[in-house]
């Protein structure tokens, strides 16, 4: 079974621009959360999808986005890139609710550097 | 004060050796406790999960939780080189919630 899928794993960028990292969950997973690893903040929440619905935020401004579509990939977006938003991005599924255990499934993660 | 606390470390162990990791956190919301591993270049990894008070064993790993005192603890015994790796702690409010609240997780090594 395919594990999950991030892309791309390495990318620059200069402040100001913006970027859309892309994930790809565990077949038959529906629900798909993002997280920011940093070495200062460690793994903060950004957001959580289930269904293509947003069902919950964490405290980040709102240059971040993301969505969901109906076959469960997932992207995220970063608009007017900041210096500190130079981050390893992680993307971590499950199957929802039903038999949840606390178990999230990672990917290897997007690792951004804005320059 | 951050919602959840864990020594970042590092902590280097030779093999064999009983390691314990800790963290405390503020909230008394939390339900749900977890410990995640996370290897270089790699995605967290689920190693335990409990509700609640008590003790939950598996193989070498045991993890505990005292909501009174709001503290949870990893026990690994006759630790490996194979377990270097950054240990992380994580709650969650909810069950069925993807959101979970991180420690900022401790890097332990194991020397042969």
């Known amino acids: 079974k395919a594990g999950v899928t991030q892309t791309p794993r390495y990318l620059i960028k200069t402040r100001g621009q913006q970027v859309t990292l892309s994930c790809s969950p565990i077949?038959?997973?529906?629900?798909v959360s993002w997280y920011q690893q940093t070495p200062g903040q460690g793994l903060q929440f950004l957001f959580e999808?289930?269904?293509?619905?947003?069902?919950n935020k964490g405290n980040f401004p709102g240059r971040f986005s993301g969505r969901q579509f109906s076959n469960s990939r997932s992207e995220m977006n970063v608009s007017t890139l900041e210096l500190g938003d130079s981050a390893l991005y992680l993307c971590?599924?499950?199957?929802?609710?039903?038999?949840?255990?606390?178990?999230?499934?990672f990917g290897e993660g997007s690792r951004l550097t804005v320059l | 004060q951050k919602e959840v606390e864990q020594d970042p470390g590092p902590l280097s162990v030779p093999e064999g050796a009983i390691v314990s990791l800790n963290c405390t956190y503020s909230?008394?919301?939390?339900?749900?406790f977890m410990w995640y591993r996370q290897y270089s270049r790699k995605g967290p990894e689920l190693l335990m999960y409990?509700?609640?008070?008590g003790n939950k064993e598996d193989g070498r790993f045991t993890a505990q939780v005292d909501k009174s005192s709001k503290y949870i603890s990893l026990f690994i015994r006759d630790s490996q080189p194979s377990d270097s790796a950054t240990y992380l702690c994580?709650?969650?409010?909810?069950?069925?919630?993807?959101?979970?609240?991180f420690g900022k997780g401790m890097k332990l090594t194991v020397n042969p």
């Open positions: 409990t509700y609640s008070s």
């Open positions: 999808y289930f269904s293509e619905t947003q069902r």
């Open positions: 994580a709650m969650s409010f909810q069950g069925g919630s993807e959101k979970l609240v």
């Open positions: 909230n008394s919301a939390f339900q749900y």
């Open positions: 077949s038959g997973h529906r629900s």
């Open positions: 971590a599924s499950s199957l929802g609710r039903t038999g949840w255990t606390g178990e999230l499934f």
